[in-house]
């Protein structure tokens, strides 16, 4: 079965960090594009960060740009987002995504979500 | 960055009705837009890719249409496992970004 699984959430300080993983199984990791996406509690779904197959390319939402750091490791099939200086407007439900075959975006696979609570 | 609008904000309709969504980018995005469902409390389910392209498995009353700014999400026959939340997406370019979503329920 085709399936992520997110983890690393949980309640955190403003200031402080926390680094989310996602572990992909059922598929060939390493061929796809992957993503965080988050949605705020009662808001709607904002795009985080994204990482190509091979790790060449990272990109990062402005509202995270020099705070956030997305990694891979396809020898583990494991896709990681580094969060450090976190802020209360971070708060939300942090989903890692697929891309769809040898595209970058439209996500296909999307895990259960892990949530992050920044707040003192 | 690009902008991503929906129209409209919610609506409610009968069972066996026809929805229209619609969602605008402030640039042209030729179709690299996708459209997502969002049932309450579940993760977001790919319906639509390249404006068009309906996804393995997903309803045939689904359908998407458009390219540059404007495109449409139609659902041709609305069924009650079709209430939720519905956003559009560009993924033309980094930063992808989402529409505020359109909230689809039964009246």
């Known amino acids: 079965e085709v399936q992520l699984v997110e983890s690393g959430g949980g309640l955190v300080q403003p200031g402080k960090s926390l680094r989310l993983s996602c572990t992909a199984s059922?598929?060939?990791?390493?061929?796809?594009?992957m993503h965080w996406v988050r949605q705020a509690p009662g808001k709607g779904l904002e795009w985080v960060s994204s990482?190509?197959?091979?790790?060449?390319?990272?990109d990062y939402a402005d509202s995270v740009r020099g705070r956030f750091t997305i990694s891979r490791d396809n020898a583990k099939n494991s896709l990681y987002l580094q969060m450090n200086s976190l802020r209360a407007e971070d708060t939300a439900l942090y989903y890692c995504a697929r891309a769809r075959p040898t595209e970058w975006g439209a996500f296909d696979i999307w895990g259960q979500g892990t949530m992050v609570t920044v707040s003192s | 960055d690009i902008q991503m609008t929906q129209s409209p904000s919610s609506l409610s309709a009968s069972v066996g009705d026809r929805v229209t969504i619609t969602c605008r980018a402030s640039q042209g995005i030729d179709n690299y837009l996708a459209w997502y469902q969002q049932r309450p409390g579940k993760v977001p389910k790919l319906l639509i890719y390249?404006?068009?392209i309906l996804q393995l498995g997903v309803p045939s009353r689904f359908s998407g249409s458009g390219s540059g700014t404007d495109f449409t999400l139609i659902i041709s026959s609305l069924q009650p496992e079709d209430v939720a939340t519905y956003y559009c997406?560009?993924?033309?370019?980094?930063?992808?970004?989402f529409g505020p979503g359109t909230k689809v329920d039964i009246k």
């Open positions: 390249a404006a068009s």
């Open positions: 997406q560009n993924y033309d370019s980094a930063p992808s970004t």
């Open positions: 059922g598929f060939i990791f390493g061929d796809y594009a």
């Open positions: 990482i190509r197959w091979n790790s060449g390319n990272m």
